[in-house]
């Protein structure tokens, strides 16, 4: 884990919407995580960037910090319970009680049931839901400090509408482990929801990251290049948008579960 100095050194202009508030991004080295966690810099939150990469987590976080954010990297494993206690050691030190989670790591490894591929089913339920479970049971208490103090606290947990409806067959495992984020996201918010806590699931359709470059079956890229040339994905800045409103809300409206896709998914 490894973090850097300077990093309160906000002066830019973000609308300001969130200034004041500490925001926890997890799968922040791209994709939807990095572009939530400029956004959510800009509206004026002090962002802290969560991964594995952490030379591309310090690179974003250098850049937002240049151009006058409040920005930390973290480097951590949402699969390692030691790795986020320290995490979570670190953030509050250097940036203050968390305010704000977004579970967003997530892996996808498509593949017909038959392929008895373990070993990435393994990985897909540990990071997708035994990490976001890990991740949010571990920052639970700044959490809940941070409600207590009368602030206005977010967990959004990035699902998929994999989750819930019908999707493409080679995806029992991943379809399966974000079926669980909504399923968590539903719990969570009967157990956190009275303690000051708003959580939203979110679930989006086709987005253009590199989620589907993870994959190394050549069946399952050329498949996920069709569903490309099918729909119009949308951009990662689209779904941080999203997140950027619901946690910009009056503390009393919830939106528990969204599903932003493509007009034609
Ligand atoms: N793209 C889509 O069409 C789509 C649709 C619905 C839902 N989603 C969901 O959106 C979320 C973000 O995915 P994305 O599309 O933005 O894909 P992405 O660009 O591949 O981003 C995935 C992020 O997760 C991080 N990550 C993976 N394993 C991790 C671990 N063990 N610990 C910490 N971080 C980890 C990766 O960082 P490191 O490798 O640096 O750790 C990366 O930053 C995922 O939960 C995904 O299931 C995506």
């Known amino acids: 884990m490894q973090t850097q100095p300077g990093l309160r050194s906000r002066t830019g202009a973000g609308t300001g919407d969130l200034g004041g508030r500490v925001a926890v991004i997890t799968g922040a080295s791209g994709g939807i995580g990095a572009a939530t966690a400029c956004r959510l810099a800009a509206e004026g939150a002090t962002v802290v960037l969560v991964a594995r990469r952490g030379e591309v987590i310090e690179e974003s976080a250098r ?3 240049g151009a006058g954010r409040s920005a930390l990297a973290v480097t951590a494993d949402v699969t390692s319970a030691d790795g986020l206690a320290r995490a979570v050691d670190v953030i509050t030190e250097q940036a203050g009680a968390p305010d704000l989670l977004v579970n967003n790591a997530g892996v996808m490894y ?30 639970l ?14 967990v959004v947990n990035v699902s998929s509408i994999a989750g819930t409806r019908d999707f493409s067959p080679e995806y029992a495992v991943y379809n399966a482990s974000k079926a669980a984020v909504s399923a968590v996201s539903r719990s969570l918010r009967g157990e956190l929801g009275p303690q000051g806590i708003r959580v939203t699931d979110i679930q989006p ?11 190394t079956r050549t069946e399952s890229r050329e498949s996920i290049a069709g569903l490309f040339e099918r729909h119009q994905a949308l951009e990662p800045d689209e779904l941080a948008d999203v997140i950027a409103y619901v946690v910009s809300r009056p503390p009393h409206v919830g939106m528990p579960q969204l599903v932003v ?4 998914q």
């Not at 896709?261 to 034609?264: D, K, L, R």
């Open 63 to 65: 850049a937002l910090r």
């Open 110 to 139: 498509p593949g017909p049931l038959h392929e008895m591929r373990l070993d990435e089913w393994r990985r897909m339920l540990d990071v997708n839901v035994l990490g976001l479970l890990q991740t949010t049971g571990a920052f």
């Open 141 to 154: 208490r700044p959490l809940l400090a941070s409600a207590r103090a009368g602030r206005q606290v977010d």
């Open 261 to 264: 896709a493509p007009v034609t």
């Open 205 to 215: 359709g086709l987005v253009s990251t590199g989620l589907g470059e993870q994959t």
